[in-house]
């Protein structure tokens, strides 16, 4: 693996480790906990930071349709926390895979796509970027409501 990827790799999965071991001590009603003024939990942020990941460095970046349909990653049926760990822990290997087989020069890429609803160019390094700082930012929202749901 490239050293530059790598540096990427090192940074998703210690985010993926810190996601880990926020959710490992909580149960199932933690991981449905809601804030009464949001509307995610635990349980739908795991499940859409799943979803992101397979899209942007699956789909975008590996080139590997994932189909997602992402309104789905936010309904709000009653979750349970092994399988949304174990589709995380999936997703991971997908990216794992993916990185190991990205170059610098795959990561230079030119992309057409829609960004926020609007038409937008960007690189498969991008797509990279985004994907990493949208799993930084979930991850704090993941532990901040561990707080909160445990001390409920």
Do not use: C
């Not at 940074?11 to 071991?21: A, K, M, R, S, Y």
């Not at 080139?63 to 999936?90: C, I, S, T, W, Y």
Request: no cysteine; proline share 5%; aromatic share 8%.
């Amino acid at each position: 693996m490239d050293p530059s990827i790598e540096d990427h790799w090192k940074t998703i999965n210690g985010l993926h480790d810190d996601i880990f071991e926020a959710v490992e001590p909580l149960t199932d009603d933690q991981i449905n906990w809601r804030h009464p003024a949001l509307s995610n939990s635990i349980g739908i942020l795991l499940r859409h930071v799943a979803g992101s990941e397979r899209w942007w460095i699956g789909e975008v970046i590996g080139g590997r349709p994932m189909q997602r349909v992402r309104d789905a990653e936010f309904e709000h049926e009653r979750l349970q926390k092994v399988p949304l760990v174990n589709g995380l822990r999936d997703a991971l290997a997908v990216v794992n895979d993916v990185l190991e087989q990205t170059t610098p020069a795959d990561l230079r890429q030119v992309l057409e796509g829609k960004w926020r609803g609007e038409p937008y160019t960007y690189t498969k390094e991008w797509a990279l970027l985004h994907s990493l700082q949208h799993t930084a930012y979930h991850l704090g929202q993941i532990q901040l409501f561990r707080k909160m749901a445990s001390s409920e």
